[in-house]
């Protein structure tokens, strides 16, 4: 099993609907979550952080939820710009242990 | 504030062939960081650095080296080019050890090995 497993898509999603994708992790001692996103050969760029309590930025959400291991994003009134591969981060204790995940391709239908 | 740079952005090797892959960062960051991400696949850490003079193997270290003689310099060496080492390679810096948060990254150098 993948430390950090997304599907990869891609969703075909019509402007203005909520979208919403999971992320699943292996190790129940991850520390930290994040979100990225990356546009086409561009570099990663944080979307925003996961916490316990979840937590949101204008239309974006994200949760976690530690029983079930896995972190979401949801997107609602989705704009042709979200179109992108979103990328899931789990880190464990260490400095550098970051794990990332191969990433959620969305794509925003006119 | 040009932030991470990196050089080249594109480049081809035959199998054999070395080179370095360069990146400098203005931000006087401590940790600097090199990736390699495959298509289909999540970045994977080949070296990490915490300062100058101190450099570690990541996840994926064979076939490369670094080196980091000063904060803002951390070059990527590729001494025998193989096909396996096609891929775009992502250096980033960060001025604490907090985690995916305060990763700042480098557009990227695309390096195909025929």
């Known amino acids: 099993r993948k430390e950090v497993e997304q599907d990869p898509g891609p969703f075909n999603v019509p402007e203005g609907a909520t979208v919403a994708f999971n992320c699943t992790y292996s190790?129940?001692?991850?520390?930290?979550f994040f979100w990225y996103r990356q546009d086409c050969r561009k570099e990663p760029k944080l979307l925003m952080s996961?916490?316990?309590?979840?937590n949101e930025d204008g239309r974006f959400t994200a949760q976690l939820n530690r029983a079930s291991q896995y972190i979401s994003l949801l997107i609602r009134d989705s704009k042709l710009s979200d179109s992108a591969t979103y990328l899931c981060?789990?880190?464990?204790?260490?400095?550098?242990?970051?794990?990332w995940g191969a990433g959620t391709k969305l794509i925003i239908k006119p | 504030n040009a932030g991470v740079t990196q050089t080249p952005k594109f480049r081809i090797l035959k199998i054999g062939q070395s080179m370095t892959l360069q990146c400098t960062q203005d931000?006087?960051?401590?940790?600097m960081y090199w990736y390699r991400q495959d298509p289909g696949m999540g970045l994977k850490l080949i070296y990490y650095?915490?300062?100058?003079?101190?450099?570690d193997k990541g996840e994926v270290p064979n076939g490369y080296n670094v080196s980091r003689s000063t904060t803002e310099d951390f070059p990527l060496r590729l001494e025998l080019a193989a096909p396996s080492q096609t891929s775009v390679y992502f250096c980033?810096?960060?001025?604490?050890?907090?985690?995916?948060?305060?990763?700042?990254f480098g557009a990227g150098s695309r390096l195909t090995v025929l």
């Open positions: 980033a810096s960060s001025a604490t050890s907090a985690g995916a948060n305060v990763l700042t």
């Open positions: 931000m006087n960051h401590n940790y």
């Open positions: 650095s915490v300062g100058a003079g101190i450099t």
């Open positions: 190790n129940s001692a991850s520390q930290s």
């Open positions: 996961v916490y316990s309590s979840g």
């Open positions: 981060v789990v880190t464990l204790d260490s400095n550098y242990q970051l794990i």
